[in-house]
């Protein structure tokens, strides 16, 4: 790593943690129901908002009828999506009269949004028409996010309250997730984004001259408008030559504000946050990247000023950077060291002043090797999954370290909301382990950590692995699933590896070689992200539930502390260990063989 | 169930207006008003006004004359801005050696006396397919051909090539960078 690139980290890192605590304690005032700044303008909207809806701010509900408002919720949004891409040929806004989306396609992408997942098997600029992105993909990536909030927020009352059997109302903690954080923090950051160069606008695509005309090949159409053969059944080709560009245009910054805010991570358009529209600078480059990880680490402050004890919240934050500063420094490197096979041919990857050097394909040369590697990082720790830089092209230690972080279970910050109850999660089965090793009740927060808790904390902890160990195991079994694979050997594996890890975890990036827009990737990966967040949700609400219902016990001489760095280090132990156990017998199959491949071990070299 | 059906509906629909159609709308207002050219493309124009591209936006070269950018991985043809990708290739992809010598072989046959290792940003694809800058250690390696073709001195023409360099922005974020089709369209003013 160059003195640069500890520089850029540093910042970043250092940056994060700054606005971590502002944010959280303003987030805390929101759900709080106290006033804030914005309240002028906003409670007003917010209080019509109830009145149409004919919702009572004051009720309070269960943890099962949170549970069932937040899935009928989603369930809507869903099919909303769902038609939407169906039906929008004869739709408005459609400026390059995109067809109708295929039913599977559309149901993977309208899962995909809605489980905030964003995966996307499509390329958004010849898939999706500025409808879809607007009044479609746009409200996922707010409503799914704030979704995950209101979740979060639900359980931190279960530690707060006591002898309580009310959790707080999913609209209410859903609407002013929306009204007071996401969407102003969005409004801010997309003008900001259009500012650097960003598009933002209802015209259609542009077109402009070439400097220099362009020849190519393409498959020669009948006037039928079939693609003709010659008598061997190849395609018939024709040379063509063009002088224009048609650069894809559209309402990209909206979205890609709340695609970062929300740790959604839907590109606009195909290649994500690598495409010069989407992020045009250095500077849009270190604001959405900022953007991502900023509300989970502000999340960690709200838990903690919630709960009554700011140390408890710094704490998880403490383990959550801890994990991401040791993985970046892992994968800069990683990305840095370039490919050996490619120095035999007389290439120059050393970084200097003059490039940046390392392994470059599929990067962009404004990010280079740091911006590019620390964005991977960053993406997968929390489950943000847009990328700034081709992750199926990065060194296979490079590949790695994002697989593993999904694998995690989406904790090291993790979604919005949902990172931290996973890590929370993680927490009450700390605090189980090291009760069983010190023979003493487990508590977490005052609250005794008893078998339903457990339970529900082992389900949310081992869906996940089931759905990506199962589904890859299913994937490279059936013909379907190996002919979407586009590199060779084991880098082919990382690929359904990567997929499936990127689903069942709700990240959304991928290796984007595996050809997923098939029936069968788009089925099986909808089902790992449905399994994924509602099999988490539920059983962390139901938790809250018990948790209300508990009283509080007074911290004493044998209660573990959950503040102290034992405890910092205790709960990374957890998370890794699990993490670890459950996946490197998969992980040495894919980018461990792989790397010695690349280091000339073994039979590799075609 | 059902007592949860009214508001959901109720709520989708309210969200729906609000982050679908108020957000955007009032973020393209506002951009169109505050950053009108960088809302649509940072579309440049030349001095009788005819467009000349985007300043974000490469264009395939592969001229002498010209400065070469990124290889581009999009289809049908490099730098197709209407269908953005990358290659997608593995590090340890037979394939990607096959394209990285042919690009080399490419760039030494064009250019036959420069025996430098080639800068590797100029034989391997960008992540967009549409990057629109080079290292300025891949133009210093063109520079060369590129003075010889259009009979300029090496020297007038590195300074061009430094006029168009970009540092750091804000002298910490990014990498240094050469702006390819602004540095192209500067060369032909020359004349």
């Given at each position: 790593m160059t003195s640069n690139s500890f520089f850029q980290v540093g910042l970043y890192v250092v940056t994060l943690l700054v606005l971590a605590k502002p944010l959280g304690w303003y987030m805390a005032r929101v759900y709080e129901g106290e006033p804030v700044g914005l309240s002028r303008i906003l409670a007003p909207l917010e209080g019509l908002i109830y009145r149409l809806a004919g919702v009572d701010l004051k009720h309070e509900m269960r943890w099962t009828d949170y549970a069932i408002a937040m899935l009928v919720f989603n369930l809507l949004g869903f099919l909303a999506l769902f038609a939407l891409q169906c039906l929008q040929a004869g739709l408005p806004l459609n400026p390059q009269n995109l067809p109708a989306v295929s039913p599977d396609s559309s149901f993977n992408t309208a899962v995909s949004f809605a489980t905030n997942t964003n995966w996307q098997a499509y390329s958004g600029e010849v898939t999706m028409s500025y409808l879809t992105q607007m009044l479609g993909l746009t409200v996922q990536n707010f409503v799914s996010a704030a979704a995950g909030m209101a979740t979060l927020v639900a359980l931190i009352r279960g530690f707060t309250r006591?002898?309580?059997d009310i959790i707080g109302n999913f609209w209410v903690d859903m609407t002013r997730s929306t009204l007071y954080i996401l969407m102003p923090l969005s409004l801010v950051l997309a003008l900001v984004l259009v500012g650097q160069g960003v598009v933002q606008t209802l015209k259609p695509y542009q077109s402009v001259p070439l400097l220099e005309a362009v020849s190519y090949e393409q498959a020669k159409l009948g006037a039928d408008g079939v693609a003709l053969q010659d008598a061997n059944g190849k395609p018939v080709m024709e040379a063509v030559q063009t002088t224009q560009q048609v650069i894809a245009m559209g309402p990209a910054a909206s979205q890609v504000a709340i695609k970062q805010l929300g740790t959604n991570g839907g590109g606009f358009f195909n290649v994500n946050s690598a495409h010069p529209l989407e992020n045009p600078t250095p500077l849009s480059n270190f604001l959405e990247m900022l953007a991502i990880l900023l509300i989970p680490a502000a999340l960690c402050h709200t838990f903690g000023v919630m709960v009554g004890d700011t140390r408890q919240g710094w704490a998880i934050l403490a383990a959550m950077t801890l994990v991401l500063v040791a993985l970046i420094l892992v994968e800069v490197p990683a990305e840095q060291s370039g490919n050996p096979a490619l120095s035999a041919l007389g290439v120059d990857q050393s970084a200097n002043k003059a490039q940046s050097g390392g392994?470059?394909?599929?990067?962009?040369t404004r990010f280079g090797i740091t911006n590019s590697a620390v964005w991977a990082v960053v993406t997968t720790a929390a489950s943000n999954g847009s990328v700034n830089a081709m992750h199926d092209s990065f060194t296979p230690i490079g590949g790695l370290v994002p697989m593993w972080l999904m694998q995690?279970?989406?904790?090291?910050?993790?979604?919005?909301?949902s990172g931290l109850y996973g890590m929370i999660m993680f927490a009450i089965v700390a605090v189980f382990v090291s009760g069983l090793m010190i023979g003493r009740t487990p508590e977490y927060l005052g609250k005794k950590i008893e078998a339903f808790e457990m339970k529900m904390a082992a389900i949310t902890i081992l869906i996940p692995p089931l759905m990506v160990l199962g589904g890859s195991a299913v994937a490279v079994m059936v013909d379907v699933g190996k002919a979407a694979v586009f590199n060779p050997g084991a880098h082919g594996f990382s690929e359904i590896l990567y997929a499936f890890s990127s689903a069942g975890n709700n990240n959304g990036s991928a290796f984007g070689g595996l050809s997923a827009n098939t029936p069968f990737y788009n089925v099986m990966l909808g089902i790992a992200m449905l399994f994924s967040r509602y099999w988490l949700a539920v059983p962390v609400l139901a938790i809250a539930g018990s948790l209300a219902a508990k009283k509080v016990i007074p911290f004493g001489p044998g209660t573990l502390p959950t503040h102290t760095p034992l405890f910092v280090m205790l709960l990374i132990g957890t998370v890794l260990m699990v993490g670890a156990l459950t996946f490197i017998p998969a992980l040495a199959l894919g980018p461990v063989v792989e790397q010695l491949h690349l280091l000339g071990v073994g039979p590799a070299k075609g | 169930m059902l007592k949860h059906f009214r508001p959901a509906l109720i709520f989708l629909l309210i969200f729906t207006v609000l982050t679908g159609v108020v957000y955007p709308a009032l973020v393209t207002g506002l951009a169109q008003l505050l950053f009108p050219n960088q809302a649509n493309g940072s579309l440049m124009a030349s001095a009788n006004g005819n467009s000349t591209g985007s300043r974000f936006i490469g264009q395939p070269f592969t001229g002498p004359g010209y400065f070469w950018g990124r290889p581009s991985a999009t289809g049908p043809f490099p730098y197709n801005a209407g269908a953005s990708s990358g290659s997608n290739l593995g590090q340890t992809n037979p394939a990607l050696l096959d394209a990285v010598k042919a690009r080399v072989a490419a760039l030494q046959a064009a250019d036959p006396d420069n025996k430098a290792a080639v800068p590797v940003d100029l034989v391997t694809a960008s992540?967009?397919?549409?990057?629109?800058h080079i290292s300025p250690a891949a133009a210093a390696y063109q520079l060369k051909r590129v003075a010889q073709a259009r009979h300029l001195s090496a020297e007038k023409l590195r300074e061009l090539v430094a006029e168009h360099t970009e540092p750091r922005q804000w002298g910490m974020f990014g990498e240094p960078r050469v702006n390819v089709l602004m540095l192209n369209l500067a060369l032909d003013a020359l004349h």
């Amino acid at each position: 790593m160059t003195s640069n690139s500890f520089f850029q980290v540093g910042l970043y890192v250092v940056t994060l943690l700054v606005l971590a605590k502002p944010l959280g304690w303003y987030m805390a005032r929101v759900y709080e129901g106290e006033p804030v700044g914005l309240s002028r303008i906003l409670a007003p909207l917010e209080g019509l908002i109830y009145r149409l809806a004919g919702v009572d701010l004051k009720h309070e509900m269960r943890w099962t009828d949170y549970a069932i408002a937040m899935l009928v919720f989603n369930l809507l949004g869903f099919l909303a999506l769902f038609a939407l891409q169906c039906l929008q040929a004869g739709l408005p806004l459609n400026p390059q009269n995109l067809p109708a989306v295929s039913p599977d396609s559309s149901f993977n992408t309208a899962v995909s949004f809605a489980t905030n997942t964003n995966w996307q098997a499509y390329s958004g600029e010849v898939t999706m028409s500025y409808l879809t992105q607007m009044l479609g993909l746009t409200v996922q990536n707010f409503v799914s996010a704030a979704a995950g909030m209101a979740t979060l927020v639900a359980l931190i009352r279960g530690f707060t309250r006591r002898k309580a059997d009310i959790i707080g109302n999913f609209w209410v903690d859903m609407t002013r997730s929306t009204l007071y954080i996401l969407m102003p923090l969005s409004l801010v950051l997309a003008l900001v984004l259009v500012g650097q160069g960003v598009v933002q606008t209802l015209k259609p695509y542009q077109s402009v001259p070439l400097l220099e005309a362009v020849s190519y090949e393409q498959a020669k159409l009948g006037a039928d408008g079939v693609a003709l053969q010659d008598a061997n059944g190849k395609p018939v080709m024709e040379a063509v030559q063009t002088t224009q560009q048609v650069i894809a245009m559209g309402p990209a910054a909206s979205q890609v504000a709340i695609k970062q805010l929300g740790t959604n991570g839907g590109g606009f358009f195909n290649v994500n946050s690598a495409h010069p529209l989407e992020n045009p600078t250095p500077l849009s480059n270190f604001l959405e990247m900022l953007a991502i990880l900023l509300i989970p680490a502000a999340l960690c402050h709200t838990f903690g000023v919630m709960v009554g004890d700011t140390r408890q919240g710094w704490a998880i934050l403490a383990a959550m950077t801890l994990v991401l500063v040791a993985l970046i420094l892992v994968e800069v490197p990683a990305e840095q060291s370039g490919n050996p096979a490619l120095s035999a041919l007389g290439v120059d990857q050393s970084a200097n002043k003059a490039q940046s050097g390392g392994n470059t394909e599929g990067k962009e040369t404004r990010f280079g090797i740091t911006n590019s590697a620390v964005w991977a990082v960053v993406t997968t720790a929390a489950s943000n999954g847009s990328v700034n830089a081709m992750h199926d092209s990065f060194t296979p230690i490079g590949g790695l370290v994002p697989m593993w972080l999904m694998q995690l279970g989406e904790v090291i910050f993790g979604g919005v909301g949902s990172g931290l109850y996973g890590m929370i999660m993680f927490a009450i089965v700390a605090v189980f382990v090291s009760g069983l090793m010190i023979g003493r009740t487990p508590e977490y927060l005052g609250k005794k950590i008893e078998a339903f808790e457990m339970k529900m904390a082992a389900i949310t902890i081992l869906i996940p692995p089931l759905m990506v160990l199962g589904g890859s195991a299913v994937a490279v079994m059936v013909d379907v699933g190996k002919a979407a694979v586009f590199n060779p050997g084991a880098h082919g594996f990382s690929e359904i590896l990567y997929a499936f890890s990127s689903a069942g975890n709700n990240n959304g990036s991928a290796f984007g070689g595996l050809s997923a827009n098939t029936p069968f990737y788009n089925v099986m990966l909808g089902i790992a992200m449905l399994f994924s967040r509602y099999w988490l949700a539920v059983p962390v609400l139901a938790i809250a539930g018990s948790l209300a219902a508990k009283k509080v016990i007074p911290f004493g001489p044998g209660t573990l502390p959950t503040h102290t760095p034992l405890f910092v280090m205790l709960l990374i132990g957890t998370v890794l260990m699990v993490g670890a156990l459950t996946f490197i017998p998969a992980l040495a199959l894919g980018p461990v063989v792989e790397q010695l491949h690349l280091l000339g071990v073994g039979p590799a070299k075609g | 169930m059902l007592k949860h059906f009214r508001p959901a509906l109720i709520f989708l629909l309210i969200f729906t207006v609000l982050t679908g159609v108020v957000y955007p709308a009032l973020v393209t207002g506002l951009a169109q008003l505050l950053f009108p050219n960088q809302a649509n493309g940072s579309l440049m124009a030349s001095a009788n006004g005819n467009s000349t591209g985007s300043r974000f936006i490469g264009q395939p070269f592969t001229g002498p004359g010209y400065f070469w950018g990124r290889p581009s991985a999009t289809g049908p043809f490099p730098y197709n801005a209407g269908a953005s990708s990358g290659s997608n290739l593995g590090q340890t992809n037979p394939a990607l050696l096959d394209a990285v010598k042919a690009r080399v072989a490419a760039l030494q046959a064009a250019d036959p006396d420069n025996k430098a290792a080639v800068p590797v940003d100029l034989v391997t694809a960008s992540g967009s397919g549409l990057d629109p800058h080079i290292s300025p250690a891949a133009a210093a390696y063109q520079l060369k051909r590129v003075a010889q073709a259009r009979h300029l001195s090496a020297e007038k023409l590195r300074e061009l090539v430094a006029e168009h360099t970009e540092p750091r922005q804000w002298g910490m974020f990014g990498e240094p960078r050469v702006n390819v089709l602004m540095l192209n369209l500067a060369l032909d003013a020359l004349h």
